[in-house]
């Protein structure tokens, strides 16, 4: 391994009680392979906040990626849960196809070769987040999102008191999946109401079936018909009956 000269490396660490920063990468990687040249990498550490001794900010630790050379890295810390957190640090360009974990807070950059996301945070997606997503995310074809906390009301409105567009319309031109099932009733909102976003190619959907009734009213609602035409499989959490309105709602489900 001593004579490596080019090395990827996209692993998660689990159960440990400090996270893996550019420290660690000079010590364990650069140090033993002296003859390394090219790196590419991805390092997401999962840690309880309780068991850290210190405070956690990405800005911490991509002082410790810039100490060792490395200014085309970056770091991300996201809060999966009030009691533990998810933080990454990669290589830019990000070369990997898969990213999990994301939350409101991520570096500048655009992911091109990301087509399957997770995201997840311990506070609202707003609107705003999720055109952030789109353009960061040109490539994308897999969504989840985990997040059961409701959007504000300023993101949940559609149009003012003058009856004009609050906001653009968000538009995933390569979206085929879609999994909402451990979302707040807002994010299903969010993606089928076509007055917020377009997401022309969705032939899977995962979600609440609450939520899905509630959000079409029961498949008659005219704003998130569109969406909804052209997915070929649907799992819902719950029983559903599959009325004639739905059929016409889901022309082109598997039947």
């Known amino acids: 391994m001593s ?14 009680n400090r996270v893996v920063d550019g420290t660690d990468v000079q010590h364990d990687i650069f140090d033993c392979m002296p003859q390394l040249h090219s790196f590419t990498f991805c390092i997401c550490t999962y840690v309880k906040m309780v ?30 849960t009030k009691k533990k957190a998810a933080c990454s640090i990669f290589s830019l360009p990000f070369e990997f196809d898969y990213l999990e974990d994301l939350g409101n807070k991520y570096p500048n950059t655009v992911f091109s070769y990301v087509t399957y996301l997770l995201v997840r945070d311990t506070v609202s997606f707003e609107h705003e987040f999720f055109m952030r997503i789109a353009r960061s995310f040109p490539s994308l ?13 300023n993101s949940r409105m559609t149009f003012s008191s003058d009856n004009s567009q609050l906001y653009s319309i ?27 976003t377009y997401i022309p190619c969705l032939t899977k959907f995962e979600v609440f079936v609450d939520y899905l009734k ?25 029983s559903l009956v599959r009325t004639d309105d739905f059929w016409l709602y889901f022309p082109s489900l598997y039947k």
């Open 3 to 16: 004579n490596l000269e080019k090395l990827t490396l996209n692993i998660t660490i689990r159960h440990r």
């Open 51 to 80: 068991d850290l001794s210190y405070k956690l900010t990405s800005e911490d630790i991509q002082q410790t990626l810039t100490d060792i050379g490395q200014q085309h890295a970056v770091s991300m810390v996201s809060y999966v």
């Open 141 to 153: 074809k897999h969504l989840r999102i985990f997040n059961m906390k409701s959007q504000t009301l």
């Open 170 to 196: 968000i538009e995933y031109p390569h979206l085929t999946t879609l999994d909402v099932r451990y979302a707040h009733r807002d994010y299903v909102e969010q993606f089928l109401n076509e007055t917020k």
């Open 214 to 238: 509630g959000v079409t009213k029961n498949f008659r609602r005219e704003e998130t018909r569109r969406n909804c035409a052209k997915v070929e499989r649907l799992f819902t959490h719950g």
